[in-house]
């Protein structure tokens, strides 16, 4: 954990350091030259002291974990680096005042001095202070630590030695003690009984403690006989090269001592020749139990002869990366067990003597509940109910052991091979990767995070680094993607052109990360109606579901850097003055859905803030000091109750996300649904914006809109017919855009935009289109929209059937048809929209046939059809598309019910809703 808040500390140095502060700060005290001069070198010393114990600490393995000394030293080193983070941040907002130059105040005795020369110079001796306590601290631990560290191996390879018995445990398991593997078992068999005769490697890929290796072992047992010789391996984080390849010789020749006895004397590259000469000749399966990364297997796989002798070679690990390196289409992805899978487990695990493991009838819904905690998680299960076996079999107990079962799997030393299991892949985690996963646990069990929000909220945090050309965002996206292809946060939903969009954090692990982040004071969650206390020490604080207002101040608002508020919370967070008062160096404030109505001017004073979230607020105004929030990246007023934003947001330069617009019609059936914002003079002025939702068109504004050349999201309300010229000139300027929603500001505009855009993703267009829009713009054409993967149109009044023209479009996965069209017949010929996925037609009132030909929406998985009151017959050719995941028909008749209970599809599953 230490190594965490050194890496934010370090990044805070970083940029008090960097040219454009040290250009400030020249100019702001040009007259305490010396002392400025001082206090630089002071922290670029502490910089490299901390930057030098950061790279050791990532040095450091797991077998460092569990000793004391170490851990406690650790605590040292985390302390001083949150006050160097402190002092960093009173530096910055000492640069940052504007008009501090010249102010004073006297003194008891009368003597003037200027302040800001005074807090030059605390801030200076605070920061010699801790050069000195880091130099102790780099003492310290050359004299005490390595002494532990270099004793008895057996009390500092604590977790490691765990693992492995876990690993022993996993594999010595009977058939009957698996639960729910038979599909996944075939699967494997098949694979090792193929015709392929080449060496084919096959993956089990999962979090930990879903069983792999115990899988693993149950087919090793039943399927090695079946080749000329086997061996397993376990690799884990700290393998021995020589290690392994010892031990799968000691296998592979158990029957050749001779060969054995030559062996011992071998350097590396002996043994590997021997081993590469024996598997040359035979059919072999070896399995690597436990890998972590991808260049442990390239350690061995060259050994791993191709002697088209059907030979096999499993792999089981927590990394995608590595279950990428399998044969095609040989990865096993291991899911949680089903709930009545999960049940059979607990139930032999709990009550191993009982008829049939029968649950007594009185503790089925405490076991039920404590089942259902462990969501699937076998190990989890199998420990949990291995527990409870030895325990009273009474409600009460039972009831206990359920109420605290929390509490139980993070303490219970009978349960520390969960802990280990999953602590492990905490710990490997690059430091980088630790803050963005521990952040997520500070939100509720089973909330579902959106890609964009965390991407916005890590940006904020100061959790990104910079890397090359990619944005900010883009270098976030790739964290999130290494942090579920590591199975640490679990991929719930992608869009339908792939890309991730929804992710969760499986229980178990969450609590875990609760407690570190507690006690390294990370961060904390609070939920009122759960008893909790104000003392909350950590500088991230997440209000969950809050009921009533917090009347008393918290215990460390000076320390806080984070407050969110989630959920239906009820208060009005009359703690926001104090807030802006006493947490000067806050970094993120987001208070979506708040019933609060004021925003206090001394919003301004809170210099490092780089996230405010107002969403759904009932806030009616933002103040003019939010000017001086001269740091802030994202500022979110969707659907609060500002109207108008004040002319200083267009001083806010550094801005990267605007959201401010209001829901006027929440069934988004009407034209103008809804309305943005209009920016006053200066919009050019913001030139880091990527996100903009939503601008009012209008002429001032649309002169400036080219400026913004960073804009990947952009949407535009009250587009008339005559702007779309210069709105055309304006987008060509903006090459990373690739979302783009425009609204015409009444039906008789016409929308025609003659642009290509090569990297828009989503088109969205409510308005007019003119008869050959479709196949005149660029927009439209294949080569001009190759990456269009969703479109939408609304209220087109186009007559001529739109899906030849549109059909060019191969990539789409998404078609929205709402209103567009006011013919009577719309036909899908064979090999049109072979991606496409998503497929809506509503309010389209002429609409009489509708007919699909067999071959066409070869991939399509959703089909809705709303409001289409002409017709008269079930769609033709629907049946083609069956089974689809969802089928909808929508506000319909009770007679055209009665015709889709007669149709081809009646045997199918669909859904309906008749119309008022």
């Known amino acids: 954990m230490a190594e965490i808040v050194i890496i934010l500390a370090l990044r805070k140095i970083g940029t008090a350091l960097a040219k454009g502060v040290a250009e400030q700060a020249n100019v702001q005290f040009g007259k305490y030259g010396t002392q400025l001069l001082e206090l630089q070198g002071s922290m670029g010393r502490v910089g490299r002291e901390l930057r030098i114990m950061h790279d050791v600490l990532c040095q450091m393995d797991i077998r460092s974990r569990n000793n004391q000394v170490y851990e406690g030293w650790l605590e040292e080193v985390q302390k001083v680096a949150y006050v160097m983070e402190d002092m960093v941040d009173e530096y910055l907002y000492l640069v940052g005042r504007e008009h501090d130059i010249g102010c004073c105040f006297f003194l008891k005795k009368g003597f003037k001095k200027p302040r800001s020369l005074l807090s030059l110079n605390k801030i200076a001796s605070s920061v010699k202070e801790i050069e000195k306590d880091l130099s102790h601290l780099s003492d310290a631990k050359i004299r005490w630590v390595p002494t532990i560290n270099n004793g008895d191996a057996s009390n500092s390879n604590y977790i490691v030695k765990r693992s492995r018995e876990l690993a022993n445990i996993s594999r010595s398991l009977d058939e ?4 729910g593997v038979d599909k996944n078992r075939e699967k494997l ?57 010892r031990s799968m010789i000691k296998q592979l020749f158990k029957d050749n001592a001779s060969v054995l006895s030559s062996t011992l004397a071998m350097d590396i590259m002996s043994l590997e020749e021997t081993l590469k000469k024996y598997l040359e000749q035979r059919k072999y399966f070896i399995i690597l139990d436990d890998v972590w990364d991808p260049e442990a297997f390239d350690d061995f796989s060259r050994m791993f002869i191709h002697n088209d002798k059907g030979s096999r070679v499993m792999l089981t690990t927590r990394e995608a990366r590595v279950a990428a390196l399998a044969s095609r289409g040989c990865i096993l992805t291991l899911e949680a067990l089903p709930e009545d899978k999960a049940w059979d487990l607990f139930c032999k695990k709990a009550f191993p003597r009982d008829t049939n493991h029968e649950c007594p009838a009185e503790l089925k819904l405490s076991s039920k509940e404590i089942v259902s905690k462990c969501k699937g998680l076998p190990l989890a299960i199998v420990s949990v109910g291995s527990l409870l076996r030895v325990c009273e079999k009474t409600v009460e107990e039972w009831r206990r052991i359920n109420d605290q079962l929390t509490w139980e799997i993070i303490n219970n030393s009978s349960l520390d091979h969960i802990r280990n299991v999953l602590h492990l892949s905490f710990i490997y985690l690059p430091t980088y990767l630790k803050s963005c996963f521990l952040y997520c646990s500070l939100f509720p069990e089973d ?4 890609r964009k929000q965390l991407v916005r909220l890590w940006t904020a945090e100061g959790f990104i680094e910079e890397r090359g050309e990619s944005t900010i965002e883009e270098v976030a996206e790739g964290y999130l993607k290494e942090l579920v292809d590591r199975n640490m946060l679990q991929l719930v939903e992608r869009n339908t052109f792939g890309r991730m969009k929804k992710f969760r954090m499986h229980d178990l692990v969450r609590e875990l990360a609760v407690d570190l982040c507690k006690k390294n004071c990370f961060g904390v969650s609070y939920e009122d109606q759960c008893g909790g206390s104000h003392e909350m020490a950590g500088r991230r604080l997440v209000l969950h579901k809050l009921k009533k207002d917090i009347e008393q101040p918290l215990s460390n608002m000076h320390q806080l850097r984070t407050v ?101 019609d929440p069934t988004r059936r009407e034209l103008k649904w809804g309305s943005g914002m209009c920016i006053p003079n200066g919009l050019g002025n913001l030139t880091n914006l990527q996100t903009l939702q939503a601008l009012e068109a209008q002429d001032e504004s649309l002169r400036h809109l080219g ?39 009444d039906e008789n505009e016409v929308l025609l935009l003659n642009v290509c855009l090569p990297s828009l993703q989503t088109l969205v267009l409510r308005g007019r289109l003119v008869e050959r829009a479709l196949d005149g713009s660029p927009l439209f054409q294949a080569v001009g929209g190759q990456n269009l993967y969703t479109l939408s149109l609304y209220w087109s009044q186009l ?62 998985e959703k089909l809705t059809l709303t409001n289409l009151s002409s017709m008269r017959k079930v769609p033709h050719g629907i049946e083609f598309l069956m089974p689809l995941q969802y089928l909808g028909f929508h506000e319909i008749s009770s007679d055209f019910l009665t015709l889709l209970r007669h149709s081809a599809i009646r045997g199918q599953q669909w859904w309906y809703i008749l119309r008022d």
């Open 189 to 245: 068999e098949q694979w090792l009984a193929g015709d392929d005769l080449e060496c084919s490697v096959i993956s089990l890929l999962g979090m930990g403690g879903l069983g792999k290796t115990a899988l693993a072992a149950n087919v090793y047992k039943k399927e090695r006989e079946k080749f000329q010789c086997y061996a397993w391996v376990s690799i884990s984080q700290t393998y021995s090269r020589e290690d392994v390849l």
């Open 707 to 745: 400026e913004l050349r960073q804009m990947r999201s952009l949407r535009l309300w009250n587009v008339k017919g005559i702007y779309c010229g210069r709105i055309s000139e304006s987008l060509v300027q903006m090459r990373y855009l690739s979302y783009l929603d425009l609204n015409a500001s």
């Open 564 to 664: 969110i508020t989630m959920g239906d919370s009820k208060s009005s967070f009359s703690l926001l003055p104090l807030l802006c008062k006493e947490s000067r160096y806050m970094t993120v404030l987001e208070l979506s859905g708040l019933p609060m109505e004021e925003i206090p001017d001394a919003i301004g004073d809170l210099f490092n803030l780089r996230h405010l979230g107002l969403r759904g607020s009932k806030v009616k105004m933002l103040p003019k000091t939010i000017e001086k929030l001269s740091n802030l990246l994202t500022l979110d007023l969707y659907e609060s109750n500002i109207h108008k934003l004040p002319s200083e947001i267009v001083k806010l330069k550094k801005l990267r996300h605007l959201f401010a617009e209001r829901e006027i």
């Open 799 to 860: 007559k001529e059937d739109p899906l030849p023209s549109l059909s060019r479009l191969s990539n789409l996965t998404r078609l929205h048809f709402i209103r567009a069209y006011n013919g009577e017949q719309l036909t899908f010929l064979t090999g049109w929209f072979p991606k496409l996925k998503v497929l809506w037609l509503k309010d389209l009132p002429n609409l009489s046939r509708l007919e699909i030909q067999q071959g066409a929406l070869a991939s399509l």
């Open 176 to 179: 009957e003690d698996l639960v």
């Open 447 to 450: 909330y579902h995070f959106k």
